[in-house]
């Protein structure tokens, strides 16, 4: 068992380009949830799928951010015209059906010049 | 919507004395707890987590957790820390709606710093 794979790792994007972000939930879980943490405002939530479709989207920005969980096994987290204020870590959590056996995964931390 | 508050943003312990770290929440119903810790460029690990039952407890590394219902906490608790404990901690809330868990509220996170 893998884990959560978040991938990239890193990445850098200059002002106004886009990022995507993805993510691998462990295989067999039905929920995906990303979070996104920040030094200011710590750990928010963002948007949360069970099996695939879109639950809650509560915490997203209502511009700029979009995400997809075009199969059951990944989701993606899309930015457009990237801000540095996206600057972050964005984390990805999955679990079982109905279940709040979250498992993280690494993160992915974006920098945004 | 619930919230969660850590009032100790650092906590600094020397090792093998004793560690607690508080949690407090809001919310409209008892939530599912959690404690998550995270060291340097990692994702969050569970220590603990409560949902009913025995208010206290065990977690994984020789953390516990008590829950108190009348005073909405959730504290953290080790016997003697040792260094390898440096991290932050989270304490979490998440609701349950029907079958299903929802998104985890977490706090703002507790920075210890364990020295020799």
């Known amino acids: 068992n893998a884990g959560v794979i978040q991938t990239p790792r890193h990445k850098v994007t200059g002002k106004g380009q886009e990022a995507t972000l993805w993510c691998e939930p462990i295989?067999?879980?039905?929920?995906v949830f990303w979070y996104r943490q920040t030094i200011v405002q710590g750990l928010e939530f963002l948007t949360y799928?069970?099996?695939?479709?879109?639950?809650?989207d509560s915490g997203m920005p209502k511009e700029r951010f979009s995400a997809q969980m075009p199969n059951q096994s990944h989701s993606t987290l899309k930015i457009q015209s990237t801000q540095p204020q996206d600057s972050a870590v964005y984390l990805c959590a999955s679990s079982p059906q109905g279940g709040s056996d979250y498992t993280f995964g690494s993160g992915t931390r974006l920098l945004v010049i | 919507a619930q919230s969660v508050t850590q009032p100790d943003a650092r906590v600094t312990v020397s090792e093998g004395a004793s560690l607690q770290l508080r949690c407090k929440y809001s919310?409209?119903?008892?939530?599912?707890l959690f404690w998550y810790v995270q060291y340097p460029r990692q994702g969050l690990q569970l220590l603990l987590k409560y949902y009913s039952g025995d208010p206290v407890v065990q977690g994984v590394n020789g953390f516990e957790a008590e829950f108190s219902k009348s005073n909405s906490s959730f504290h953290l608790r080790k016997a003697s820390v040792h260094w390898s404990d440096s991290a932050v901690y989270f304490c979490?809330?998440?609701?349950?709606?029907?079958?299903?868990?929802?998104?985890?509220?977490f706090g703002l996170g507790t920075r210890v710093s364990v020295f020799p």
């Open positions: 919310s409209s119903v008892t939530p599912y």
């Open positions: 799928f069970r099996n695939q479709a879109p639950i809650d």
């Open positions: 979490a809330v998440s609701m349950k709606r029907g079958n299903y868990a929802q998104g985890l509220t």
């Open positions: 295989s067999g879980h039905s929920a």
